[in-house]
C-alpha cells in the first residue's frame, strides 16, 4: 500500500490552520487589535479578511450573548461562517421546532429577539417583524450585523 504524504499535509494544514485562527480569536477577546492581529499574520491571510472574520467573530459572540441575557438562546442559534473566499455572514436561526414552543412563547419569539439583538446594537436584516415570524419557523437563516449609528 502507497502511503499518501499529500493526506499527512493536509491534515497537517488543516490543523495548524484551525490553531491560527483559535490563536486569532484568543488574541482578539484579550484585547489585541484587529488591525495589529492582520499586520502579524498577514502572510497567511490578507489583512481585509482577518480583520473580517474577526469582526464577524465578534458579532457572533455578542449576538450569543444578548440572546442568552435575554433567556433565548434555548430558541435560537447564532453562527458564522469561515474565513474561505467567501464573504463571511453572521446567521440567527430558530434551533427548536417553533410547534414545540407554548402559543405565547411562539407569537412573541420574534419581537423579543428583535429586542434582545437592538438592545446589543445588533440589526437583523430582514423586512419586517411579519417577515421574521415566517424565517423563524420556516427554519431559514436571517443575516445579522451591527447597527449603524445615526449622526445627531
Same mark, same amino acid.
Request: net charge neutral; proline share 3%.
Given at each position: ?46 489583512? %481585509?479578511?482577518?480583520? $473580517? ?5 465578534? #458579532? ?5 450573548? @444578548? !440572546?442568552?441575557? &435575554? *433567556? ?25 421546532? %417553533?410547534?414545540?414552543? $407554548? ?5 412573541? #419569539? ?5 429586542? @434582545? !439583538?437592538?438592545? &446589543? *446594537? ?31
Amino acid at each position: 500500500m502507497i502511503h499518501l504524504h499529500t493526506r499527512d499535509a493536509v491534515e497537517e494544514y488543516l490543523r495548524v490552520r484551525a490553531d491560527l485562527f483559535w490563536a486569532m480569536c484568543t488574541d482578539h477577546h484579550n484585547g489585541v487589535a484587529a488591525q495589529e492581529i492582520a499586520r502579524t499574520a498577514a502572510g497567511a491571510y490578507s489583512p %481585509p479578511v482577518i480583520v $473580517e472574520y474577526l469582526s464577524c467573530v465578534a #458579532l457572533r459572540d455578542d449576538a450569543r450573548a @444578548a !440572546l442568552r441575557r &435575554a *433567556g433565548l438562546d434555548r430558541c435560537v442559534g447564532v453562527r458564522s461562517t469561515g474565513a474561505g473566499g467567501g464573504p463571511r455572514a453572521v446567521l440567527l436561526a430558530a434551533t427548536r421546532d %417553533p410547534a414545540e414552543l $407554548e402559543a405565547e412563547e411562539r407569537r412573541t #419569539l420574534p419581537e423579543r429577539v428583535t429586542t @434582545a !439583538l437592538g438592545n &446589543a *446594537g445588533i440589526h437583523l436584516e430582514i423586512r419586517d417583524h411579519t417577515a421574521l415570524t415566517a424565517v423563524l419557523h420556516g427554519g431559514e437563516e436571517v443575516r445579522l450585523r451591527r447597527a449603524r449609528h445615526r449622526a445627531a
